[in-house]
């Protein structure tokens, strides 16, 4: 059974930067997909980043390209996202996601129902 375990969520004035942590176990995570969305009241839920458990590019939502960098270390099972010049608008619950398909592209990736593991979220809130 995988477990996914945010933290690192908090309160910070616009402008400023907040680092996500994920921290994933209970699974064999070689060939998967490890996703990041987001979820404001009122609001369906955001595709905000992506990337392989083995390595190569992330993907990113379109108002995210930029600001947020997305990175894992596998030897401690963590992932990480890094938000940088923190927005208004980019206050959400933030949740980790973990998809074990084959699949990893723009499309594909991006959509929420796709993942089967989920943590139970971290809270951003930016003030401004």
């Known amino acids: 059974q995988v477990q996914l375990v945010e933290s690192g969520g908090g309160l910070v004035q616009a402008g400023g930067s907040l680092r996500l942590s994920c921290a994933a176990s209970?699974?064999?995570?070689?060939?998967?997909?490890m996703g990041w969305f987001r979820q404001a009241p009122g609001k369906e839920r955001e595709f905000v980043a992506a990337?392989?458990?083995?390595?190569?590019?992330?993907l990113y939502g379109d108002s995210m390209k930029g600001r947020f960098i997305l990175s894992r270390d596998s030897a401690k099972r963590m992932v990480y996202l890094q938000m940088n010049s923190l927005k208004p608008e980019d206050t959400a619950v933030y949740y980790c996601a973990a998809d074990p398909t084959q699949y990893f592209d723009s499309t594909y990736t991006s959509r929420w129902n796709i993942y089967d593991y989920w943590g139970q979220g971290t809270q951003v809130t930016v003030s401004s």
């Open positions: 209970g699974g064999i995570f070689s060939g998967y997909t």
């Open positions: 990337i392989r458990w083995s390595g190569g590019s992330a």
